[in-house]
């Protein structure tokens, strides 16, 4: 369970006030895929980062009965002048997990190759986000947030990135980003909308769709 008290975020971009969330309530049940829509803009990745607490919010805070990824796909925390290994070695450390298991679930997850043992400083964007997702898949939490990581990669990547997610939503919840509503209706059985700083979660994932797209109709 992951609830929202009073959540406020706002800040200044480019000289203009970026408004993320005013005094939301709200609460992402244990167990569910619950789809994170709304425009480019509206703030949904920035939330996430505040839900996984690599971001201080205005006011307000984020309460949670377990565990929670960091947002799946996010490679900034990543040090560059470590290899692929040795910062799967380093993250597993963190988490108490097995690294040498963690080592070999991302080495034949990711499909790196010669690449997993070189500086992260030399992956390209879908490197870093293939070691990302296969860093974060082969860690146990209560819930995992994903940012769009499902649609790195060619067909074949993408069909073994659902398949995996699939099998840790067998006992685990999450919140995913993602700008198709195909994969949105594979991966996720609830939905919300954020715009404009207000969040509205729906039991019913076709009506948080159809909420999103009269948002997108309208949209400048």
Not at 44 to 51: D, G, N, V, Y
Not at 69 to 90: D, E, I, T, Y
């Amino acid at each position: 369970m992951i609830r929202l008290e009073n959540l406020s975020m706002d800040f200044r971009r480019r000289g203009k006030r970026k408004l993320v969330a005013k005094g939301i309530n709200a609460t992402f049940p244990s167990g569910r895929a619950v789809a994170l829509l709304g425009r480019n803009g509206a703030g949904k990745s920035t939330l996430l980062k505040i839900i996984a607490g690599t971001m201080e919010p205005t006011a307000g805070r984020v309460v949670s009965s377990g565990t929670i990824s960091w947002p799946v796909g996010f490679a900034g925390s990543f040090h560059p002048h470590l290899s692929g290994v040795q910062n799967a070695r380093f993250v597993a450390r963190i988490y108490g997990a097995d690294s040498r298991a963690l080592v070999d679930f991302v080495e034949d997850f990711a499909a790196l190759g010669d690449h997993f043992r070189l500086p992260v400083s030399t992956y390209s964007a879908g490197m870093r986000s293939r070691l990302a997702f296969g860093v974060s898949m082969g860690l146990r939490f209560d819930t995992y947030l994903v940012d769009e990581v499902t649609s790195v990669g060619d067909a074949a990547f993408r069909a073994k990135s659902a398949c995996v997610f699939r099998t840790r939503m067998e006992d685990a919840g999450a919140i995913v980003v993602s700008h198709s509503m195909i994969q949105v209706k594979e991966l996720c059985d609830m939905g919300a909308v954020l715009e404009n700083g207000d969040l509205t979660l729906y039991e019913d994932l076709d009506e948080a769709i159809a909420h999103h797209q009269r948002v997108m109709s309208t949209a400048a």
